[in-house]
Protein backbone atom coordinates (compact mmCIF):
# COMPACT_ATOMS: atom_id res chain seq x y z
CA UNK A 1 0.00 0.00 0.00
CA UNK A 2 1.37 3.17 -0.97
CA UNK A 3 1.59 6.36 1.29
CA UNK A 4 2.47 9.22 -0.05
CA UNK A 5 2.75 13.34 0.84
CA UNK A 6 0.42 14.10 -2.17
CA UNK A 7 -2.33 11.99 -0.97
CA UNK A 8 -1.62 13.77 2.81
CA UNK A 9 -1.59 17.25 0.93
CA UNK A 10 -4.99 16.00 -1.05
CA UNK A 11 -7.11 14.75 1.53
CA UNK A 12 -6.10 17.94 4.31
CA UNK A 13 -7.69 20.43 1.49
CA UNK A 14 -10.40 17.96 1.12
CA UNK A 15 -11.61 17.07 4.65
CA UNK A 16 -9.73 19.20 6.61
CA UNK A 17 -12.47 22.22 7.25
CA UNK A 18 -15.40 19.40 7.04
CA UNK A 19 -13.44 17.02 9.05
CA UNK A 20 -13.56 19.52 12.33
CA UNK A 21 -17.93 18.97 12.25
CA UNK A 22 -17.52 15.05 12.33
CA UNK A 23 -18.85 12.87 14.24
CA UNK A 24 -18.34 8.80 14.77
CA UNK A 25 -21.18 8.21 12.90
CA UNK A 26 -19.13 10.22 9.54
CA UNK A 27 -16.65 7.25 10.00
CA UNK A 28 -19.08 4.56 9.96
CA UNK A 29 -20.62 6.21 7.14
CA UNK A 30 -17.66 5.14 5.15
CA UNK A 31 -17.49 1.69 6.32
CA UNK A 32 -19.98 0.44 3.46
CA UNK A 33 -17.19 1.97 0.71
CA UNK A 34 -14.60 0.27 2.42
CA UNK A 35 -15.87 -2.80 2.33
CA UNK A 36 -16.58 -2.74 -1.17
CA UNK A 37 -13.13 -1.82 -1.92
CA UNK A 38 -12.01 -4.51 0.33
CA UNK A 39 -13.98 -7.01 -1.82
CA UNK A 40 -12.04 -5.45 -5.30
CA UNK A 41 -8.78 -6.28 -3.56
CA UNK A 42 -9.77 -9.59 -2.85
CA UNK A 43 -11.14 -10.34 -6.09
CA UNK A 44 -8.24 -8.32 -8.28
CA UNK A 45 -5.82 -11.13 -5.81
CA UNK A 46 -8.27 -14.21 -7.32
CA UNK A 47 -7.94 -12.53 -10.50
CA UNK A 48 -11.88 -13.51 -10.12
CA UNK A 49 -13.63 -11.30 -12.80
CA UNK A 50 -17.66 -11.42 -12.01
CA UNK A 51 -16.62 -10.85 -8.38
CA UNK A 52 -14.23 -7.87 -9.27
CA UNK A 53 -17.19 -6.60 -11.29
CA UNK A 54 -19.59 -6.62 -8.66
CA UNK A 55 -17.53 -5.36 -5.83
CA UNK A 56 -16.41 -2.15 -7.69
CA UNK A 57 -19.94 -1.69 -8.83
CA UNK A 58 -20.92 -1.29 -5.24
CA UNK A 59 -18.17 0.88 -4.55
CA UNK A 60 -18.91 3.21 -7.62
CA UNK A 61 -22.61 3.46 -6.24
CA UNK A 62 -21.63 4.57 -2.90
CA UNK A 63 -18.83 6.84 -4.15
CA UNK A 64 -21.32 8.37 -6.30
CA UNK A 65 -23.96 9.32 -3.39
CA UNK A 66 -21.01 10.56 -1.03
CA UNK A 67 -19.69 12.12 -3.87
CA UNK A 68 -23.08 14.14 -4.52
CA UNK A 69 -23.32 15.25 -1.05
CA UNK A 70 -19.67 16.87 -0.68
CA UNK A 71 -20.43 18.84 -4.32
CA UNK A 72 -23.63 19.89 -2.49
CA UNK A 73 -21.31 21.23 0.31
CA UNK A 74 -20.42 25.10 0.26
CA UNK A 75 -16.67 23.74 -0.40
CA UNK A 76 -12.92 26.03 -1.07
CA UNK A 77 -11.71 26.02 -4.70
CA UNK A 78 -9.14 23.55 -3.43
CA UNK A 79 -11.67 21.63 -2.07
CA UNK A 80 -13.35 21.21 -5.04
CA UNK A 81 -10.57 20.22 -6.43
CA UNK A 82 -9.52 17.69 -4.02
CA UNK A 83 -13.00 16.14 -4.61
CA UNK A 84 -12.66 15.98 -8.77
CA UNK A 85 -9.01 13.98 -8.17
CA UNK A 86 -11.12 11.74 -5.80
CA UNK A 87 -13.19 11.00 -8.30
CA UNK A 88 -10.70 10.42 -11.24
CA UNK A 89 -9.18 7.72 -8.81
CA UNK A 90 -12.32 5.94 -8.97
CA UNK A 91 -13.65 5.98 -12.21
CA UNK A 92 -9.92 5.22 -12.83
CA UNK A 93 -10.64 2.14 -10.85
CA UNK A 94 -13.31 1.89 -12.65
CA UNK A 95 -12.03 2.15 -15.73
CA UNK A 96 -9.41 -0.23 -14.75
CA UNK A 97 -11.94 -3.60 -13.79
CA UNK A 98 -13.58 -2.70 -17.18
CA UNK A 99 -10.79 -3.14 -18.72
CA UNK A 100 -9.21 -6.54 -16.93
CA UNK A 101 -6.11 -4.53 -16.13
CA UNK A 102 -5.01 -5.74 -12.91
CA UNK A 103 -2.22 -3.96 -12.44
CA UNK A 104 -4.03 -0.74 -12.54
CA UNK A 105 -6.46 -1.76 -10.56
CA UNK A 106 -4.13 -2.19 -7.73
CA UNK A 107 -2.11 1.20 -8.31
CA UNK A 108 -5.78 2.93 -7.99
CA UNK A 109 -6.61 0.36 -4.68
CA UNK A 110 -3.35 1.80 -3.02
CA UNK A 111 -4.45 5.57 -3.84
CA UNK A 112 -7.54 5.19 -2.52
CA UNK A 113 -6.74 2.74 0.79
CA UNK A 114 -4.45 5.39 1.35
CA UNK A 115 -6.97 7.90 0.87
CA UNK A 116 -9.39 6.35 3.99
CA UNK A 117 -6.75 5.73 6.00
CA UNK A 118 -5.77 9.26 6.11
CA UNK A 119 -9.26 10.30 6.54
CA UNK A 120 -10.06 8.35 9.92
CA UNK A 121 -6.35 8.85 11.16
CA UNK A 122 -7.19 11.55 13.50
CA UNK A 123 -10.00 10.09 14.82
CA UNK A 124 -9.83 6.16 14.46
CA UNK A 125 -7.00 4.66 16.11
CA UNK A 126 -5.55 1.39 14.65
CA UNK A 127 -8.85 0.71 12.87
CA UNK A 128 -8.65 -2.88 11.53
CA UNK A 129 -8.70 -2.29 7.82
CA UNK A 130 -5.83 -0.24 8.35
CA UNK A 131 -4.34 -3.02 10.02
CA UNK A 132 -5.46 -5.27 7.17
CA UNK A 133 -3.50 -3.02 4.36
CA UNK A 134 -0.51 -3.00 6.89
CA UNK A 135 -0.15 -7.05 6.84
CA UNK A 136 -0.63 -7.39 3.12
CA UNK A 137 1.93 -4.34 2.67
CA UNK A 138 4.33 -6.66 5.21
CA UNK A 139 3.64 -9.44 3.91
CA UNK A 140 4.34 -8.58 0.31
CA UNK A 141 7.66 -7.51 1.89
CA UNK A 142 8.09 -10.95 3.27
CA UNK A 143 7.50 -13.44 -0.15
CA UNK A 144 9.42 -10.96 -1.84
CA UNK A 145 12.70 -11.84 0.05
CA UNK A 146 11.11 -15.43 0.55
CA UNK A 147 11.44 -15.29 -3.80
CA UNK A 148 14.80 -14.23 -4.14
CA UNK A 149 16.52 -17.08 -4.89
CA UNK A 150 20.28 -15.24 -3.79
CA UNK A 151 18.82 -13.71 -0.79
CA UNK A 152 20.29 -10.22 -2.03
CA UNK A 153 17.72 -8.02 -0.88
CA UNK A 154 18.49 -8.70 3.15
CA UNK A 155 20.39 -9.37 5.64
CA UNK A 156 19.19 -12.62 7.78
CA UNK A 157 18.33 -10.47 10.36
CA UNK A 158 16.14 -8.54 8.31
CA UNK A 159 13.98 -11.32 6.93
CA UNK A 160 13.55 -12.26 10.75
CA UNK A 161 12.48 -8.71 11.06
CA UNK A 162 10.17 -8.73 8.31
CA UNK A 163 8.37 -11.46 9.56
CA UNK A 164 8.22 -10.50 12.76
CA UNK A 165 6.78 -7.12 11.84
CA UNK A 166 4.18 -8.81 9.92
CA UNK A 167 3.07 -10.92 12.47
CA UNK A 168 2.46 -8.29 14.62
CA UNK A 169 0.33 -6.49 11.99
CA UNK A 170 -1.55 -9.87 11.66
CA UNK A 171 -2.15 -10.43 15.60
CA UNK A 172 -3.70 -7.14 15.28
CA UNK A 173 -5.98 -7.22 12.42
CA UNK A 174 -7.12 -10.55 13.83
CA UNK A 175 -8.24 -9.18 17.25
CA UNK A 176 -9.77 -6.16 15.80
CA UNK A 177 -11.93 -7.84 13.27
CA UNK A 178 -13.11 -10.46 15.70
CA UNK A 179 -14.46 -8.04 17.43
CA UNK A 180 -15.66 -5.81 14.40
CA UNK A 181 -18.93 -7.24 12.64
CA UNK A 182 -21.60 -5.09 11.17
CA UNK A 183 -21.38 -3.22 7.79
CA UNK A 184 -17.33 -3.69 7.58
CA UNK A 185 -17.26 -7.37 8.70
CA UNK A 186 -20.41 -9.11 8.62
CA UNK A 187 -19.04 -12.50 8.16
CA UNK A 188 -17.86 -12.07 11.98
CA UNK A 189 -21.76 -12.58 12.46
CA UNK A 190 -23.38 -14.47 9.73
CA UNK A 191 -20.27 -16.76 9.46
CA UNK A 192 -18.93 -17.20 12.65
CA UNK A 193 -17.52 -20.66 12.95
CA UNK A 194 -15.79 -20.43 9.24
CA UNK A 195 -14.53 -16.88 10.16
CA UNK A 196 -12.51 -18.33 13.20
CA UNK A 197 -11.69 -21.76 11.16
CA UNK A 198 -10.12 -19.60 8.20
CA UNK A 199 -8.60 -16.90 11.04
CA UNK A 200 -6.74 -20.46 12.73
CA UNK A 201 -5.63 -21.81 9.17
CA UNK A 202 -3.41 -18.88 8.92
CA UNK A 203 -2.48 -18.77 12.51
CA UNK A 204 -1.30 -22.32 11.31
CA UNK A 205 0.97 -21.63 8.19
CA UNK A 206 2.34 -18.67 10.14
CA UNK A 207 3.73 -21.06 12.59
CA UNK A 208 4.97 -23.46 9.97
CA UNK A 209 6.91 -20.02 8.31
CA UNK A 210 8.30 -19.81 11.63
CA UNK A 211 9.96 -22.77 11.99
CA UNK A 212 11.11 -22.73 8.79
CA UNK A 213 13.10 -19.61 9.55
CA UNK A 214 14.77 -21.87 12.32
CA UNK A 215 16.40 -23.61 10.08
CA UNK A 216 18.27 -20.81 8.28
CA UNK A 217 17.55 -21.58 5.14
CA UNK A 218 15.20 -18.80 3.02
CA UNK A 219 14.26 -21.13 -0.21
CA UNK A 220 12.37 -23.26 2.26
CA UNK A 221 9.61 -20.56 2.87
CA UNK A 222 8.47 -19.57 -0.33
CA UNK A 223 5.79 -22.22 -0.92
CA UNK A 224 4.73 -21.45 2.76
CA UNK A 225 5.02 -17.55 1.91
CA UNK A 226 2.38 -18.00 -0.80
CA UNK A 227 0.03 -20.49 1.71
CA UNK A 228 0.06 -17.73 4.46
CA UNK A 229 -1.39 -15.05 1.52
CA UNK A 230 -3.94 -17.88 0.52
CA UNK A 231 -5.62 -18.42 3.55
CA UNK A 232 -5.14 -14.75 4.68
CA UNK A 233 -7.54 -14.08 1.69
CA UNK A 234 -9.98 -16.82 2.41
CA UNK A 235 -9.93 -15.31 5.79
CA UNK A 236 -11.21 -11.81 4.31
CA UNK A 237 -13.41 -13.67 2.32
CA UNK A 238 -15.41 -14.72 4.81
CA UNK A 239 -15.35 -11.49 6.63
CA UNK A 240 -16.36 -9.40 4.03
CA UNK A 241 -19.58 -12.18 2.43
CA UNK A 242 -17.71 -12.89 -0.55
CA UNK A 243 -18.35 -12.86 -3.31
CA UNK A 244 -21.74 -11.74 -3.30
CA UNK A 245 -21.73 -8.19 -1.60
CA UNK A 246 -24.42 -7.96 0.25
CA UNK A 247 -24.83 -4.63 2.12
CA UNK A 248 -27.77 -1.93 1.56
CA UNK A 249 -26.76 0.22 -1.44
Given at each position: ???????????????????????????????????????????????????????????????????????????????????????????????????????????????????????????????????????????????????????????????????????????????????????????????????????????????????????????????????????????????????????NL
Amino acid sequence: MLRTTFTTILFSLLFGGLCLRCTEDFFVDLEPLERELIGVWVATERQDSSSLAAFNGGAQLIWQRNYRKYAGMTLSQEEKVALRLTEVWMNGLDAAVRQGNFRQIDLQLAQLHTTLRELREPYADRHPADLLYEFDDRWNWVEEISHDQMMCLVEWSEFEDAFRFALTSWEGFRSQASRRGGVLFPGIGRAAPAAERTALAVDEELEHFRELLTRGDHTLTTASSEAVRLRFLEYVAVLIDYPKPDINL
